[in-house]
Every structure is written in structure tokens, then in C-alpha cells.
């Protein structure tokens, strides 16, 4: 069998890429004789469930239709006719990417060309290019003569192909590089996301239903161990999912799986070896690049790294019931701080960043919890109360369950305190003291927050695995993939989290000319987003476009685009159809909204239209109660994270990737479901992609398949309201929240006479495609450029090097800036937002060139606020 046999055997298959190649080459290269086995198991494997939505109101004309439906051009449809040729039709079977478990999805930028795939290169450091004032840059083949233009300057500017030209930043790089072992750092810690740390078994599970199959034994590495995958794509489909599975409110079942150790868990998924290089190639790689990045550009080290790897299977909640995770991220950059003597930089990729706002806020109420015990402790209080103090002292020893007690003493003191007429409680006392220690300690142990992908609003992705399956490249179906990932408490942490809980007033409108509706509730929040976005709608005119280079802050700030705006987030068709073959069909249309998974409506809603077997989705129903709602720390779904106190914050992502928003799912009640047997879980009808640009991309998934099946349909349906994509993970709508962070702090007060656009404090800057330097400014592109830009990456944008992963070539960025003053500590904080043309959700950790972006302003930062280290 050859290279060209494998690669085209999955398409043969008419199955998705990624795992019937895996299972195809496990069988190949381990066991020949199970290629029959094989491929039977490749074919069962397209016959499985697809994913689901919820409704939010109901259209109840007997006969309507969506966008979604193929062909409804003009959002009306005749009744669908069925004819006596009808055939059954696998409605759950499709190609859809499996994208937020992204570490063993396949690279899009790593090319058979490109070498090897599985490990960072020898090296990440790159030559300089001199380049002549006022000249282009050369290339080192070039002949000097000929690249040189007549009236070039004899004078040279050093510009790095990754760093640039700022004198502060190559200083500072170059000094921390050289300062050796003894040298000051900042400590980085890194946090990775879903999927994106190893997980070792400490409980003996017997695989033994089948001949020749491997038991999983304590140390074994679980997730991600290709043995095991390749027995259940070939063997036993159930081991090692039972072994990924949790139990009852996300507890241990089957194996009992905990979080590798160290900066190697979160490095690479799969350990070394011959069968990690032929079969995961570098899809497996997590934060290994970037680690070697930072110790050859900037000299870091294990002294100087914190890894934070943790279960990625929990909610954040249940990782520090469990395993004290959160506990264990306080001491530890304590210690680091500590030994530093500076503060540190959290570099957060994916869900980490949701895992840190989870953090952020357990630290802050753990903080009050222990101000709130010191005053009990301190004061004159009531005997009962002062005998539970006492119990409580003695029985609790972990923080969780302290506050867990803490809020028993509450409900005591506060019964005390108005059985003797008191009006203020020690908790009033101990949030302002709590939220004083809070702050001071973020400002004592976090210098940094650089966010790498992070989707700020979550992604609709999670919830289709949640309710219809992701095989998370695994050869396993999406029916046995979604049993495992509905134990799951982490897809909830990912929920969509709607734009519109970032203002103040509530308002629903169609005008700018409407009066606003008075919020319900006073909001507390120190800026109101629609104030600010009236004070910038102000200054327009027939002239005058006061959101010109900004076009996220429009769409989230003026046009207030949500992720209902331009089609549902999730659509339900319910075809109610007669007995008698060739009769019409009726369809009712239901629709989710983002409100509705912070409620747990639409987990409900499937439930009662589906009525499967033992209600699974009442499962994740109930994770939503005990660990978002019932809990003392703020529910993250509530509303979007508000910029953190933290001095430094840089965001940065990539966009153009086409990327999953929408899903339409089919419920059919009719007689024909005898003859067309439907799997239980809701049926996948369709998706919408959008895609560079912002276009929006119907892919219907309705057409049969099999081993000479057609591929699913797709076509450009329309223009959405954004002007861009996600990065093939997470919308560009939660990307593009991070914009908003750019306000905090900016906004200017009218100053009677001459009030000024607060997104004139914005600064903007570029840097081309396949440029070395960054320009100041809207970039004016002409038609060739644009153009140029819709076409592959290209031999004008390489850098020299021959590195895959996208190393090859330099995307255009463009970076938005501000800064502002802190008034009560006068200290200055700033907030930066990178955008990466064309980059996938990986490579945010991998990009030579967007690390560089991110850590030259780290650089200028430290610059000005530190000491350049030296020997």
C-alpha cells in the first residue's frame, strides 16, 4: 500500500479524513490482517448521530422554512413533496470538521512538502536581514547591485525577520537571552485548553472481551494513547471510551484519570515514538513549540515555565473539588513570583483563557472567604456562632470546603443579625477588605495576561458535541463519542455567552433615532457599552465615519451583532408528514438562542422532543445547576468577561479560517421512520460556515452516502455582518470581543465645548503581508493587493525558512492599541488586540511570527517596567 493509496482510501470510504486514515494505517502498519476489520468498522462508522438545537420562540404558520433549507432563496417554500422513489437517507452521517477538540484535528498548514510535522524544528532562532533606509528589503540570494535602487541611502537599519527594528525590544530579547541562568525573568505560566493535556489512568480497567488486546494499567498514558486508539478502530470501540468517561456528576468511572505532571503533559498529547510519527504527525503537539520558541529567542527555561496542565474533562468547579487545581495555580505562581522576584506572565491558549476567568474569580472569593473568618475570629459574636467557628476549624482543611462552610456561617449570622436587629453583616465587611486583597495580589503575582484564541463569548461547537457527538478524531461513532462527552463538564465552560449581556440598557432595537427602554436592573458595572457607542455615533455624518478602522467595535458596539444576528445560532425542523408515501409534509422551525444554554432551556427542550432513552441530555441539565448556578463564584455564562485588573493585557487570534456558526437539525414524525430506521439522538441537517470575509457557507449534509456516496453539498448563501471568520474553532464574533477591552478605561467624559471620538485613543497599526515592519494607520489596499490576498499563501510572503505550521510565511496583522492611567494607583495599563489574516486556531502558539507580535510589546513592557537583566 502506498502514500497515494492512503491518503485517497478515506475519500473511497466516503468518510471524513482524519480517522479512517488513523484506524487504516494502525490496522496497516500493526496488524494487516485486521484491514478487512478495518474498513468495516470505517463503514459502520457513517452511519452515526449528529448534533441538535433548542428554540427560543416559535414561528407557528403550519408551513415554513429557513435559510437553511437548500434553495429557499427567498425565505418562503412550497410543502416538500415526497415521492414513492424516496430512499432512506442518513441524515446523521457528515464531514463536518470536529474542531474544538482541535489537538488531533489534522494541521491545515502542514504539508507533506513542508518535512516533519511531529516536533518543533532544530531551531527557532532566524537570521537578520539588513535592510537600507529608504530600500527594500533583500534577499540573501539577491545580487546586491540589482536589488539596491539608485538613490538608495548608504545607511542600514538592523531588522529582524520576526521582531523588527525596535532597538528596546531586540535589547531586551537579546539580554534575557544571554543573561544565563542566573538572570531575572518574569515567570510565564501557561494554561492550555480543551483537549490539550495528557491524562494518565491510576485504576486497573480489564480490556479483555477480545484476544490480543492491551489492558490499561496504572501510569498508563490515557489521553492520548495511540494503542489503545488503534484497538478501539480496529477491536473494542468501548474500553477506551468507557475509559474517558466520567460518571455521576463528572466523579470516576471506569478508569480513574487524572492530569499528567509537569511541562511534558502539556507539550505533547502523544508520547515519542515511531507510531506518534507515522500516525498523529504533529497534530499532537500542544505547547512544545512554544516553549522551545521561548527558550531560543528569550532563554526561558524549567526554571523560569510553569505548566498548568489539569483535566480538561471537568468543569472548573469540579477540577478543584477534586484535584484542589485552582489551589495549586495560587501556590504555585506564589512560588514563582517568589523565587523571581518579579511578577509573572499568563499565557492562556483556547479554553485556558476561560479556565483564568474562572480563576480570577475563585481567587476573589476566596479572598473575601478568608477576610470574612479572620473578622468571626476576631469579633464578639453569638455562642452558636462561635461553635460552629470552632467546628468548622477543625473539621475543614481543603479552601473548597471551607467555603462551602463559610456559606453555612453565613446563613447562621445573618439569622443572628436580625434576631438582634443588626442591618450589616462581617461578609458586607469582608467583600470591600476581600476585593482590596484581591487586586493587590493580582498586581504582586500577574504583571501579563497574553490570550492566545480565546474565545471571550464561546463557540456554538461544544454544544454539538454535547448533544449529538464529536468523534474528537477518534474512530468511534458520534452516538458512543457523545455518551462520553455529555459526562463532560468542560463543553459547558465553552457555551455561547450572549454579546448583548455587555450593556447596561437592555434595549432591543431597530434605529439609532428609538429611545432606549430603562434597564430593569441598576448595573453596576463602572461603563455602560451603549453609552459609549452613542458618545461615537455622535460624531457621524454624510462625511464623517467615526467607525472607520474599526470595524469589530461597529458590529459589537453600534450594530450590536449577535450570534442570532443574521441566521439562529441553532434551528430544530419538525416535519410532521402523513401516513401515505408522496402526502405533503408540515415543518415547524424552532430556534436556540444564547440565552437559552445559560438557562439549560435548550437541554430541556431536546429532551422533550427527542424523548430518548434515560434523558441523557438531563445529565448536562444538571451539571449547569451544580456547578454554574448553585455556586458562590459568578457564573461565567451569565455575561461577557469584563477586562481583568491585570496591568498588561494582549490579546491575539487568528481569522479567515472557515469556521462553524450555525447548525439545523431534523425531528421527523412520520410513519416512514418503520421503514427509515433514525438513530435515537437528534439528526444533523445542515451547517453554515462562515468563511473568509465574512460569506456564509451552506453545507447541507442530507445527500446519501457510502462507499460511492456524493460529499456533503455547500454553497455561499449570503454576506453575514461580520467582516471577517473565526479561525476554524471559534467564531470570529467571540474573538472579536476582546475589542471591547480596548474601551476600559478610555472612555472620555463630555468636556463641554470640545467633546472628542473615544476611539480616537485607539491606536491602529499594520504590518502586510509578508512584511518585516509594522505601519502606522488604516492599511489603503489597492485592487491587486486585495485581490492578491484571497489567493494561497505565496512565495512573495516566505520568509526564507522551511518550517511547516505556518512558520513559512508571514501573515498580515493588524494591532490595536490603548493605554490609560489608573487613577486611584496612577499606575498605566494597557490593552493590545492582534489579528492574524488567514492563521488557524493552533498556530496562535506555533507562528513564529505572532509569537514575536505578542512578545515584542511583552518586551517594550518590560522594558520600561523592569531591569534589563544581565549577567
Known sequence: ?????????????????????????????????????????????????????DDTYKRDAAVQSSWMVEGNDDKSIAPEKHDDE???????????????????QADPDCREEDGDCTLPPASTLEEEIIMAAGCEVMDEDDDEDEARPATCSAEHQTVDKHWGSDPKVLQMRDALREAGEHGHRPPIFLVPGLASTRLVAWRHKECNERPLMSDIRVQDNVWLNLNLIMQMGTMDPTCYRECLKLGLNQTDSGCKLRPDEGLDAISSLSLEGVQSKLLMGGTNTVYSWLIQWLSDNMGYDVSSIVGFPYDWRLSPDKMEERDGFLTFMRRRMEAAVQTSGEPGIVV????????????????RVEFTAEVYLELLDKNEIAEELKDAL???????RSPYKRRKKVGFLRSIEEDLQRKHGGDRTFWDDAQKEGDERW???????IWTYAGLSAPLLGAVNPLRASISGETMGLPISEEGAREMEVSFGST????????????????????????????????????????????????????HDPWRGYPALRSLLHERVN???????????????????????????????PGDVATGRIFLDFGELWKEEGDPLLVKHEQLRNSFWNSDIPNPLSEPWERPPIKHVLMAYGTDIPTEVSYSYLKRDDSRDNMCKQSDMPNLQSVLWEVDGGKIVLEKLDAPKGLFGSKPKKKVVGQGSLHHSGDGSVPYLSLAAAHLWLLYGIRAPSNG????????????????????????????ASPEEEEKKQTNKDDSADTGTSHPHGTKYKPEMHRFHTKFENAETGIEHTTTVIEAFGVEHKETTRNYDILAAVFTDVLKWMHNDFEVPSN
Open 1 to 53: 500500500m502506498d502514500d497515494s493509496t492512503m491518503s485517497t482510501l478515506p475519500s473511497l470510504l466516503g468518510v471524513g479524513s482524519n480517522v479512517p486514515v488513523l484506524t487504516v494505517l494502525a490496522s496497516f502498519f500493526f496488524r494487516q490482517d485486521f484491514v478487512l476489520l478495518t474498513v468495516f468498522f470505517a463503514l459502520v462508522q457513517t452511519t452515526t448521530g449528529k448534533d441538535v438545537g
Open 86 to 104: 424516496d430512499t432512506c437517507i442518513d441524515y446523521a452521517a457528515d464531514e463536518v470538521e470536529d474542531s474544538m477538540y482541535d489537538p488531533i
Open 348 to 363: 492562556c491558549h483556547s479554553m485556558g483563557n476561560l479556565i483564568f476567568r474562572y480563576f480570577l474569580s475563585w481567587l
Open 390 to 396: 470552632s467546628s468548622l476549624k477543625q473539621k475543614v
Open 439 to 445: 487586586h493587590h495580589w493580582i498586581e504582586a503575582h
Open 492 to 543: 459547558l465552560t465553552i457555551s455561547p455567552v450572549s454579546s448583548h449581556d455587555a450593556f447596561c440598557d437592555e434595549w432591543e432595537f431597530n434605529n439609532w433615532d428609538e429611545e432606549p427602554e430603562p434597564a430593569s436592573v441598576v448595573d453596576g458595572r463602572g461603563m455602560c457599552l451603549d453609552d459609549l457607542a452613542l458618545d461615537v455615533q455622535n460624531f457621524a455624518n454624510d462625511t
Open 563 to 593: 450570534w442570532d444576528t443574521d441566521f439562529p445560532m441553532i434551528e430544530v425542523v419538525q416535519e410532521d408528514c402523513e401516513s401515505e408515501a408522496g402526502s405533503f409534509c408540515l415543518k415547524r422551525f424552532s430556534e436556540v438562542a
Open 753 to 780: 465645548s470640545h467633546p472628542t471620538n473615544p476611539l480616537e485613543k485607539i491606536h491602529f497599526s499594520h504590518r502586510p503581508r509578508g512584511g518585516l515592519l509594522w505601519k502606522d494607520g488604516i492599511p489603503e
